[in-house]
């Protein structure tokens, strides 16, 4: 048997005295009943975007990238931006479920179930963006390598945005499988108390006959484990290989080493701002303020501000390598399409400062780290400096080529390129809204597991444990 | 397909399932699973369980992955249409090292979940006997296999004395087929729930 004791000085991961019985039914409660008016109207909302986005790619499709304000230069406008966008919110899912239970971190057990089901809903998203691009979409399959009567044309595997095609691919399935795999016994636990035949025999299905015998539960741990250790060198590889997309074109302003740890710790940033957006909302119109607690909050917040600062020193290394290469084009591009508030673009690289560097930076005190409202309104502007982050590094860099006369004129979106980016959040939400009706958004088999070393309830039981002797504590808690 | 005989024992609590499991044990029956609501650590062990080897078939998954990469991209692009890339070399093992890494993590991640599926049985519309619908909730279930001369009553009450809430024999199917949960019978009663 494993030690049944922590210490009182770290907080409870679930607060109230509760029962394994009592975690099924507050997790479970959602599903079992009637959504709220609030769930209609935010679903109908999330639809409404979406088929505003279906509309936008359907004008996209139909009449060519022209619907789009791309020009001469800017190749990569919104399109790209969102791309890179999107796949670095899914980056948080991935950390909190592979990377913090390889770090044994107790408390991402409250927030990994939607947190994954976030990264597979953005990577979702993400994908729409360069399959759109390629204009041709009904020729997206060129990208795949199989044995074709064209040739063989072969796909180039020398190419980063090759990669980025196994990259992105492998990253869905692996993270899919891990969800679905973790999902498979809750989805038992809802099937056993299923009290209307249609629900029996949906989650009937989707359980695939889970019993929760101890040989499987050995195997399912081991599978995690083994998921949790391949999905975290994979994340860092994924959105690496995204920077490459960048880093190896000989762009000023793209052609940087440190991109891929810069933007991995970007991705981790803004992914965690959207699991903050996301979990505030979730717990509080499930009432799951027990299970995602404020230390939970807090914790991200932590991740926030870490990341954040990593992402500043990144902006002031690349500004200072424009100065020290004393390469004219790349000193262009940092001190000028950048940095200077009144050049063109000038004014998109100060709100990425703003948003991303500075404003982070109150999460060094544990009052603003523990409010809600400075949370979520703090998780709203970092995703919107890190849109900025991607805009600048994609459009800037673009505007103004190595000669003047391919200058092209100022770059703003049409209504139909706005119009995609609202339809990938209408995906988004949409899957969500669903997620969270029909799927146990908390992770009920973890939390069991969890609940007896750091329910409050037990916590609170062990000041008897913390009196003791050591020699009797070990006689009586050491494996034998 | 073959019925088996079982008696079931349930227990709320896992402190007095590990003495009642290594018990049993040593009373010299044979159990034949515990079903439990989530990961007991431990548990496989107190049951003589051997440790899994789903770890080992996902590291050659991973290097079926790697292996797979690189000879398929070395042929292409050597072999059946070496292209000329900025005269560069054919054979660019460096610039193949991503792909590679992407198809590992793939196979290992995709071979070891069907694994794990055919090992414990599992997919859509597979149908299996639950001794207990609670087993899934807050039970932790033990089943124990009779053999001809294995007197139920006894048994009953050695599971009772160990801290067993509930026992039950049970005979049942040991296997899974296909199935539909709907035509069960239902364990909880229709019943209204306030929307949250």
């Known amino acids: ?480 | 397909m073959a019925k088996k005989k079982f008696v079931v024992g349930c227990f709320d609590d896992e402190a007095v399932l590990f003495p009642a499991v290594k018990k049993v044990r040593t009373a010299g029956y044979k159990i034949h699973d515990v079903y439990t609501p989530f990961a007991v650590h431990g548990l496989d062990h107190a049951m003589g369980l051997r440790e899994t080897s789903l770890h080992t078939a996902g590291f050659i998954y991973g290097i079926t992955g790697t292996t797979t990469a690189i000879s398929a991209i070395s042929w292409i692009f050597t072999k059946d249409w070496p292209l000329n890339i900025g005269g560069k070399p054919h054979f660019a093992l460096p610039a193949w090292i991503p792909i590679m890494f992407e198809l590992t993590v793939l196979f290992a991640a995709v071979g070891m979940v069907l694994t794990f599926c055919y090992l414990c049985q599992l997919a859509p519309f597979v149908k299996k006997h639950h001794f207990h619908a609670r087993a899934t909730d807050d039970l932790f279930v033990m089943v124990i296999e009779c053999t001809d001369k294995t007197n139920t009553d006894d048994l009953q009450a050695f599971l009772s004395s160990n801290g067993a809430l509930e026992t039950k024999v049970e005979v049942a199917e040991d296997g899974w087929w296909l199935g539909r949960y709907d035509k069960d019978e239902m364990p909880f009663e229709e019943k209204q729930i306030v929307a949250a």
């Not at chain 1, 400096?385 to 049409?414: A, C, K, N, Q």
Request: charged content about 15%; overall charge positive; aromatic content about 20%.
């Open chain 1, 1 to 480: 048997m494993h030690l049944k004791y922590e210490s009182q000085l770290r907080e409870p991961l679930v607060y109230g005295d509760k029962t394994y019985k009592q975690v099924t039914e507050d997790i479970v409660r959602p599903i079992e009943a009637k959504p709220t008016k609030l769930w209609y109207v935010g679903f109908y909302i999330a639809v409404a975007l979406l088929m505003f986005g279906v509309y936008s790619v359907y004008r996209e499709v139909t009449y060519g990238i022209g619907q789009w304000n791309l020009n001469k230069t800017v190749g990569w406008g919104w399109d790209i931006t969102n791309f890179v966008w999107w796949v670095g919110i899914g980056h948080a899912g991935t950390l909190i479920s592979a990377i913090l239970l390889l770090f044994r971190q107790g408390w991402r057990t409250g927030v990994n179930r939607a947190a994954e089901a976030m990264t597979i809903f953005a990577v979702m998203c993400a994908g729409q963006f360069p399959i759109f691009h390629m204009g041709r979409v009904w020729m997206a399959f060129f990208v795949l390598p199989y044995p074709n009567s064209r040739g063989p044309l072969w796909v180039n595997f020398n190419s980063p945005l090759l990669w980025d095609v196994f990259a992105i691919s492998t990253y869905f399935t692996v993270s899919l499988l891990f969800w679905y795999s973790g999902l498979i016994p809750d989805f038992a636990t809802v099937r056993d108390r299923a009290f209307t035949k249609l629900r029996k025999r949906l989650y009937g299905i989707a359980s695939f006959g889970w019993t929760g015998s101890t040989k499987h539960w050995q195997r399912h741990e081991s599978l995690s484990l083994v998921l949790a250790g391949l999905s975290t060198p994979l994340v860092l590889s994924v959105h690496t290989i995204v920077s490459f997309d960048f880093a190896t074109s000989v762009i000023p302003g793209w052609h940087t080493t440190i991109f891929p740890p810069y933007f991995v710790a970007g991705a981790i940033f803004s992914g965690f701002a959207m699991v903050q957006t996301l979990m505030i909302i979730v717990r509080k119109v499930f009432a799951m303020e027990d299970y995602v607690t404020i230390g939970h909050i807090e914790a991200m917040n932590k991740v926030i501000v870490l990341t954040g600062s990593i992402v500043g020193i990144a902006y002031l290394t690349e500004l200072f390598m424009g100065w020290y290469s004393q390469n004219k084009y790349e000193g262009y591009t940092f001190w000028y399409s950048r940095a200077y508030l009144f050049s063109p673009y000038g004014w998109s690289y100060w709100g990425m400062m703003a948003c991303n560097v500075l404003s982070p930076q109150i999460f060094w005190f544990r009052k603003m780290r523990r409010n809600i409202f400075v949370t979520f309104f703090m998780s709203i502007i970092v995703n919107i400096g890190m849109w900025f982050e991607r805009f600048v590094i994609i459009v800037t860099s673009l505007y103004r080529d190595y000669l003047p006369s391919s200058w092209s004129v100022y770059y703003s979106p049409t209504i139909w390129e706005i119009g995609f980016y609202a339809g990938t959040f209408g995906l988004f939400f949409t899957c969500f809204f669903l997620f969270a009706k029909y799927f146990p958004v908390i992770a009920i088999a973890e939390i069991k597991y969890v609940l007896k070393t750091t329910g409050e309830g037990y916590k609170n039981q062990m000041t008897k444990i913390e009196d003791q002797k050591l020699e009797d504590f070990v006689h009586e808690h050491a494996h034998h």
